[in-house]
């Protein structure tokens, strides 16, 4: 079965502090990608990265920063300098393909509040 | 317009209500979702298309129905729901996967927020 754990329900900090949301995995594939969203107020949910199984290299984009490690199942996601325009709730998905369509299974999500 | 739409936003509807939401996407993509989120719960797929052909069904009640006419376009008719069903239905495409070689993104439209009476 595959399953994606985000343990942190809320995480509030200060602006201009770093925060790491965490993500751990389940899955017996041993191709898979993984995903994270973030899901501002306004509803939909915006593609922040994606990650292949086979590819373990930490990602840098600006703030945002990723670490894969396979070892441990985890996928999990660094703000630099958080800005409170961050606030929203991130999730982490796991994906799989089914009959040519992609399955994503999203964990909880973690709300993430940025006080100015 | 560009990238995922959804109609109405908001929708209040009685439980022996029929109502439809739409879904459109402009990216050329060739499978789509409907996902539903309710307070607390992940998100939960319902059913996917692709290349027209509903490819999953998710356990989902037959109270709800999708429809997918074409590549574009995405329905989901309801009726005789319950208060439990109330929740933000999300729409989603991606190109279809074998084309690109990979895994692609989904993306995701502004959501339908149900509230069922």
């Known amino acids: 079965a595959q399953k994606v754990t985000q343990a942190q329900t809320e995480i509030s900090v200060v602006e201009k502090e770093d925060v790491t949301l965490d993500c751990v995995y389940e899955?017996?594939?041993?191709?898979?990608?993984l995903f994270w969203y973030k899901q501002p107020p306004s509803g939909e949910l915006v593609f922040l990265i994606r990650?292949?199984?086979?590819?373990?290299q930490n990602e840098i984009s600006g703030r945002y920063s990723w670490n894969f490690q396979k070892s441990t199942s985890s996928f999990n996601f660094t703000i630099t300098a958080s800005q409170v325009v961050d606030s929203a709730v991130y999730f982490c998905?796991?994906?799989?393909?089914?009959?040519?369509?992609?399955?994503?299974?999203f964990g909880q999500g973690t709300r993430l509040t940025i006080n100015p | 317009e560009t990238g995922v739409t959804q109609t109405p936003r908001h929708l209040v509807m009685g439980m022996t209500n029929k109502k439809s939401l739409k879904c459109e996407q402009h990216?050329?993509?060739?499978?789509m979702y409907w996902y539903k989120q309710s307070a607390k719960k992940p998100l939960e797929l319902m059913f996917v298309?692709?290349?027209?052909?509903?490819?999953e069904n998710n356990s989902v009640p037959s109270r709800f129905s999708p429809e997918c006419p074409n590549s574009s376009h995405l329905f989901l008719h309801l009726h005789t729901l319950q208060p439990e069903d109330s929740a933000l239905y999300l729409c989603?495409?991606?190109?279809?996967?074998?084309?690109?070689?990979?895994?692609?993104?989904?993306?995701f439209g502004p959501g339908t927020r149900l509230t069922v009476l």
């Open positions: 989603a495409s991606s190109q279809d996967p074998g084309l690109a070689g990979g895994y692609n993104e989904q993306f």
């Open positions: 899955t017996r594939d041993t191709t898979y990608y």
């Open positions: 990650r292949n199984s086979f590819d373990e």
């Open positions: 998905a796991l994906s799989r393909i089914i009959q040519g369509a992609q399955k994503l299974v």
């Open positions: 990216l050329g993509h060739n499978a």
């Open positions: 298309y692709n290349f027209k052909e509903q490819t």
